[in-house]
């Protein structure tokens, strides 16, 4: 058996698999390569069996999202270290060598996050994941290489290899052992910020993640589900709540949920100020829905947390009133 196994979660991407996992079966032979197919329609399968027979393909039975497709897929895969990948992910040669040294010399790094830069302009930073992600006292994920929206220019400012909060789900290192002793993502989150979780309860566990600039890969981002589309606002707007609900220090918990919930009402204003209704409607829907689902979440919470979670008290003040665009230790 081989001891890292890169997975693929795919739905109707027949298009992106044809682009992509060419590079992947190239430069993976340390690996073995599954595809999850979360139950497409397209051509996806035939595509597979037809150009890639070296792919084993996983089949669920129908769409479960990313959290809960990826759950059920990993329950059939054995391999020590697993790769979740996205379908939109080009990757470099070697990548996975650096990776597996990491795995296999330093017992307390869980996860590990590589770098990550942008398909459309291979000079950049990607939006998902660039040099590494934290959080904000309040919850706000940012990267080293992107605040909010401002994504910088990769001059080799992030080449150190160092502990981070959370690894981006668009190609995210995790051993086996550690994912199974968390049960995987949280399946309440269907898509967007389950990776955070993740990286937080692993965290209040005493597992590190880690940044690993000598492993590169080229992501397209928002493939799947881009920013101008209200879905993807409601689910960051209510996952992030349903996040820090979960995992906030018991004293921080209500003060941080309140002003969260305060600022929320703030980016809707600035949402319906730029003519974003949709987008204004999906953050009331969000916190609608949040309501519904916070008993469940506080149940969910491990007794575990741990106050050190966050690198700087608000993104949000330093980027929008400090101008602060880059990311500052």
Aim: some cysteine; hydrophobic content about 40%; aromatic content about 14%.
């Amino acid at each position: 058996m081989k001891k890292i196994a890169v997975v693929i979660l795919n739905w109707n991407g027949a298009q992106l698999l044809e682009q992509f996992l060419p590079s992947v079966v190239a430069y993976s032979e340390e690996a073995k390569i599954y595809v999850a197919d979360n139950a497409s329609t397209d051509h996806s399968l035939q595509i597979i069996q037809s150009k890639f027979p070296q792919v084993t393909v996983i089949k669920n039975d129908k769409n479960y999202g990313f959290a809960q497709g990826y759950n059920v897929a990993l329950q059939q895969v054995e391999e020590p270290y697993y790769a979740l990948v996205n379908s939109d992910i080009e990757v470099t040669p070697n990548w996975l060598s650096p990776i597996l040294s990491l795995l296999d010399n330093e017992p307390d790094v869980g996860i590990i996050q590589p770098k990550l830069l942008d398909f459309k302009n291979k000079e950049y930073f990607e939006y998902a994941g660039a040099a590494g992600g934290f959080i904000d006292r309040f919850g706000y994920p940012y990267c080293r290489g992107r605040i909010f929206d401002t994504v910088e220019k990769d001059n080799g400012q992030y080449n150190d290899a160092r502990d981070i909060f959370w690894a981006s789900g668009a190609c995210l290192f995790i051993r086996k052992s550690i994912f199974r002793e968390l049960n995987g993502f949280d399946e309440d989150f269907f898509a967007h910020q389950e990776e955070i979780d993740l990286c937080w309860r692993a965290f209040n566990l005493g597992y590190k993640a880690r940044y690993s600039p000598d492993s590169v890969v080229y992501h397209v981002g928002g493939a799947t589900l881009n920013e101008s589309n209200p879905k993807k606002t409601f689910l960051n707007f209510r996952n992030s709540l349903l996040m820090l609900t979960k995992n906030l220090p018991e004293k921080q918990l209500f003060p941080i949920i309140l002003m969260r919930l305060f600022l929320d009402g703030l980016a809707g204003i600035q949402f319906l100020l730029k003519g974003k209704f949709a987008h204004c409607g999906a953050i009331i829907k969000a916190h609608f829905e949040y309501y519904t689902l916070i008993n469940k979440n506080l149940k969910k919470r491990s007794g575990k947390q741990t106050h050190n979670y966050y690198q700087t008290g608000s993104i949000v003040y330093r980027y929008f009133v400090k101008g602060g665009t880059v990311f500052a230790s």
